[in-house]
């Protein structure tokens, strides 16, 4: 089984300070790891992922994710925070070893509430 | 690219009544999912299509919810009849498996509103 969990339900931050939004997972095989983010009355916005290489990956918006094996994370981050970066930010997990013909199993995480206090 | 495209975005409808929410993913996609989102229970995977073929609808509620994908470009997620703890969001979602820079990334669109009085 998989899954994935993000410890904050709210992260609070002053605006210009850095950010970190948590993320930790659980799989049986290799992960693909995945960021989105989702802004009021919107969709989920995809922001960045990692599926093998480097494990520091950089996506959309300054925002920027490490993938450390060892602790099982994912922690996204973004060195200065921005009002307009408070939203919803939803970490997912998807295990590489359920990825036979036809299965697609994405776990998502409930999500951490980020707030950019101007 | 026009990405996924969802109607209506927004729906207010009596209990009892029928609810067909619309969905046209992104052309060339190969797996389509519906997803509700609600404050209580976050965000759940419904019922998820490969090749136009449902691989999974275990996450559908009961048996009020159905869901169809006819062709690549076209599914539908019907409520008969719908009841007020219906109200949510409801994305639907789609995704190329394979390599890529856009491979295995879900795109979603911008949901369906409902709301059930």
């Known amino acids: 089984a998989q899954s994935v969990a993000q410890p904050e339900d709210q992260v609070n931050v002053a605006e210009g300070n850095p950010l970190t939004v948590k993320c930790t997972y659980s799989?049986?095989?290799?992960?693909?790891l995945f960021w989105y983010v989702q802004y009021p009355n919107r969709g989920l916005q995809f922001l960045l992922k990692y599926i093998t290489g480097d494990n520091l990956v950089k996506g959309s918006y300054g925002f920027e994710a490490e993938f450390n094996k060892s602790q099982t994370s994912f922690h996204l981050k973004k060195p200065s925070a921005l009002v307009s970066d408070s939203a919803l930010y939803f970490c997912?997990?998807?295990?590489?070893?359920?990825?036979?013909?036809?299965?697609?199993?994405?776990?998502f995480g409930k999500g951490t509430k980020l707030s950019v206090i101007p | 690219d026009a990405g996924v495209i969802q109607s209506p975005r927004h729906e207010v409808t009596e209990m009892g009544q029928e609810v067909t929410l619309r969905c046209k993913p992104i052309?060339?996609?190969?797996?389509l999912f519906w997803y509700r989102q609600t404050m209580m229970r976050g965000l759940e995977l419904l019922i998820y299509f490969n090749n136009n073929v449902p691989i999974d609808d275990s996450g559908m509620p009961e048996d009020r919810f159905s869901a169809k994908m006819p062709n690549a470009s076209f599914s539908t997620l019907k409520i008969q009849p719908s009841e007020p703890r219906d109200s949510a969001v409801y994305f639907c979602?789609?995704?190329?498996?394979?390599?890529?820079?856009?491979?295995?990334?879900?795109?979603f669109g911008e949901g369906s509103w409902l709301t059930v009085v």
């Open positions: 052309s060339g996609h190969d797996y």
């Open positions: 799989v049986s095989g290799n992960p693909y």
């Open positions: 997912a997990v998807r295990d590489f070893a359920y990825s036979g013909a036809g299965s697609y199993q994405l776990t």
């Open positions: 979602a789609s995704s190329l498996v394979g390599q890529g820079s856009s491979g295995n990334t879900i795109y």
